[in-house]
């Protein structure tokens, strides 16, 4: 008797353990819900301000240098964007670390820092946290050559 509860027990927890992991790998795919008005779903945009950004140990230390991009070149960048492939959150050292500003019509939709070092986004503004990308996928490595590009001494 004792068996076959301890084998029935067995059964279900490995159960919800693989229910569990399916769930989280899931949701690790997409970026959260407060997020996807601005990655997924980011409205079209008119120009982007790409930045290379100097690391003081955790946080962003100061600005190294800005470049401006608008038209064809922004709304490349804009759908590289859009396709990420999300995960968990990562670390956090920011190191390299550059920043990337989407506007429209002049106003700010969305600011956030990246690494990729750690493959983290930190949204600056709006204030939404951290989410992680997947370091692997196409976009991801296409859109680091953007900034590889846009500031080639790095």
Known sequence: MRTNITKILTRVSLALFAALMLTTTALASKPRRALIPYTRRLPWIDKIELQKLKANEIRIGSIEATKTIDGREAQAIASLWR????????????EPAYGIKFYRKDKLIVFASLCWQCDNVRFMEPKLGEQGFAANSSSVKQLLQVFIKAFPSS
Do not use: G, K
């Open 83 to 94: 396709s990420l492939t999300y995960t968990s959150f990562t670390a956090d050292c920011h």
